[in-house]
């Protein structure tokens, strides 16, 4: 008799524990509404603008990240005049330690970079970068997702942490619309995954060093660089935190979890007192 309520406690351990990897491995990206520009700052360069717009394309809290001629790497003071500072953006600290991770949000594709024609300066790209730490909690690996056109035909594409190089992706582009990306980090089979609008783009597996995600970088490039093939006019990449990964379980909906635990048990306690 005893075993029945063994059974009933080992069931709802194990739904507990279940819970607990599940909330580990969810999206960390902050909520834009609330965090920027407070708890975002500088890395590498900063875009001219870095800000929050309502009312944009259905959404409110959209992060604006614009480049201009402003950051054009003539206009920039001298010690920030070489290419590594073309990327610009913010970053902010996520996840709490080693764990699997996810990164997803949303990026709006306007339907003008479809392509970049020879001598259009149309040139434009943003990305979502998650920076991967060492058991020291030191930067390791640096995954990658994000958009470009700067090769031709607009793409989806993925950074190869063990390379260097980009991964392009197969994957449609909805232009004119939302498009959710994600990036994600599995301690356990110690992969990087690359997903678009929900569907696998890409994976790239870990040397074993890299523990978790400790941080994210918002950024846009600035093709303004004398050394470049093609510039680009002044555009703005915009992101929204996806609407579905800001919903979090209800008060009620944690009790009937607990509630449905503690019936397992009773219905054992239950058995055992019948017998």
Do not use: C
């Amino acid at each position: 008799m005893h075993s029945i309520l063994r059974k009933s406690l080992v069931l709802g351990i194990t739904l507990v524990v279940g819970a607990a990897a599940a909330a580990a491995a969810q999206n960390v990206v902050p909520n834009f509404g609330t965090t920027v520009p407070g708890s975002w700052s500088q890395d590498r360069y900063l875009p001219t603008t870095f800000s929050l717009t309502n009312n944009t394309h259905g959404r409110n809290n959209v992060l604006n990240i614009g480049i201009t001629s402003a950051g054009d790497l003539l206009n920039r003071p001298s010690g920030y005049q070489y290419t590594f500072y073309n990327t610009q953006g913010e970053g902010t600290a996520v996840g709490t330690g080693p764990g699997s991770y996810s990164l997803i949000a949303d990026l709006w594709v306007n339907a003008s970079w479809a392509t970049d024609a020879a001598g259009s300066n149309n040139s434009v790209r943003t990305d979502m970068w998650g920076v991967a730490v060492n058991s020291a909690n030191n930067p390791y690996d640096y995954p990658i997702i994000g958009f470009s056109n700067y090769s031709g035909a607009g793409l989806f594409r993925g950074y190869n942490v063990n390379t260097g190089d980009w991964i392009n992706f197969s994957n449609p582009v909805n232009y004119g619309a939302w498009n959710t990306l994600e990036l994600s980090w599995d301690v356990t089979s110690m992969e990087y995954s690359y997903f678009v609008n929900g569907a696998l783009a890409g994976t790239v597996q870990g040397d074993g060093v890299a523990v978790g995600i400790n941080s994210m970088i918002m950024q846009a490039y600035n093709f303004n660089d004398p050394s470049l093939s093609n510039g680009s006019n002044d555009y703005t990449a915009l992101w929204s935190n996806n609407p579905a990964q800001l919903v979090t379980p209800e008060p009620a909906t944690l009790m009937l979890l607990g509630t449905g635990l503690m019936g397992l048990v009773g219905t054992g306690l239950l058995r055992r007192r019948k017998n």
